[in-house]
């Protein structure tokens, strides 16, 4: 079955970077493209980046330009998000999503990731 | 950049009721338009994709209609596991979410 793991909640200083990981499995990895979204406390969702496993072609909405990265490393079929100049209000869970396919909506999450900014 | 405007923002509504929420777009964005369920502490459920389409195993009580600039996510009877936020989102250019709608008890 389709599974996207991400790793663990983080605590950061403002100024600081993070890198979240999310490993998917059940699927060929290169097949399927990846997004990044987040959810600010009690907000809606906020639509980060995406990445083409297969090519390791990115695109980042226009907000983050600059301060993501999105990376992939096939060996292990891990999506990395890395987030620079961190922010208060970048605090935030963090979701890895897969595209379905032409369309273009997520079948598949993973189960978040906590990034708190803090001093 | 697309915008996305869901209506309402909250509302409230009881066990078996027929529930309609509403989404526009700033521009037409054809059928890219997919539906998602996020309940308290989880990751957003896809319902409905392509405008229409409804998502394996989602249950039929849910349904979608539109193209161009507004849609619909129509809930026909509502269940209590169906109590939960409700989010559209444009594949068109990008991806877009709208602001969510809130479905509680009432």
């Known amino acids: 079955q389709v599974q996207l793991v991400q790793s663990g909640a983080e605590v950061k200083k403002p100024g600081a970077s993070v890198k979240v990981s999310c490993k998917a499995s059940g699927y060929t990895f290169t097949t399927y493209y990846m997004h990044w979204i987040r959810q600010a406390p009690g907000q809606g969702l906020e639509w980060m980046g995406i990445i083409n496993p297969n090519t390791d072609i990115t695109l980042y909405a226009p907000k983050f330009q600059g301060r993501v990265t999105v990376t992939r490393d096939t060996s292990t079929s891990t999506v990395y998000m890395d987030l620079s100049r961190l922010r208060y209000e970048d605090t935030a869970v963090y979701y890895c999503a897969r595209e379905k396919g032409p369309g273009g909506s997520f079948d598949y999450w993973g189960q978040g990731t906590l990034v708190t900014v803090s001093s | 950049d697309i915008q996305m405007t869901q209506s309402p923002s909250s509302l409230s509504a009881s066990v078996g009721d027929r529930v309609t929420i509403t989404c526009r777009a700033s521009q037409s964005i054809y059928t890219y338009l997919n539906w998602y369920q996020q309940k308290p502490g989880k990751a957003p459920k896809l319902l409905i994709y392509?405008?229409?389409n409804l998502q394996s195993d989602v249950p039929s009580r849910f349904s979608g209609s539109g193209s161009g600039t507004d849609f619909t996510l129509t809930i026909s009877s509502l269940q209590p596991e169906d109590f939960a936020t409700y989010y559209c989102?444009?594949?068109?250019?990008?991806?877009?979410f709208g602001q969510g709608t809130k479905v509680d008890i009432e």
């Open positions: 392509g405008a229409s």
């Open positions: 989102q444009q594949s068109h250019t990008s991806r877009t």
